[in-house]
């Protein structure tokens, strides 16, 4: 823009020479040359300058509009990683609220059989329904263990080495229930004792490694 000012300017004085040649032999220009001149010299430069006064204006406006994309693009981060903060904060509270759930029903479930084992110190099932009983006792470790081992170790498995192994370390030194334990876990093929291999295993070897560490 500011080359097209010049140009025009230039143009303008050739112009004006042009004409002061032509006048040599006269001392004063004439009023219509001079008019002229003041014409072609005047709507170039306020063209040029008009132009350059856009072009500020619509760099000054290009300048804004940058500033103004770069701002909603800070503000739409911050949005986002608050989003994502408050989602994270919820699901770490979700988990915990789940594993308070789970603990409680577990031993919601634990308490309602343990009223029917009866007394734990006699191996012997005098009744159908405390045979049951105690084989259904089994059958909850079972599914403490798997919850915890198998299904969502990452959730669970804190219950199973906090607190449910040594419950159930527990009651396998108690005679009613070892003898239930027994007995379910010596049928390999069918029911208990097949599904719950991988637990029968594991309290195997907790005996076994008990009884090394005793003496004599």
Known sequence: MEKVAVAATEA????????MLASTNSRELDDVCVADVQKRCALPMAQGFRLQGGARLMEGNWSWI????VVTAIFSTLAALVALWVGIRSNRRSREALKVQTYLHLRSRFLDIYRELGRLDDSKADAVELQLAREAYWHHVWD?????NRLAP????????????????S????????AAFDELASKPNAGFGAYAQPMIRELRRQEDGSAQESPG
């Open 144 to 148: 403490e263990w798997y919850i915890a």
């Open 12 to 19: 303008t004085v050739t112009t004006l020479k042009d004409y």
């Open 171 to 178: 009651g396998y030194e108690q005679p009613a229930l070892r």
């Open 154 to 169: 990452r959730e669970f498995s804190g219950l199973w080495d906090g607190f449910f192994a040594a419950a159930v370390k």
């Open 66 to 69: 940058g500033v103004a994309q």
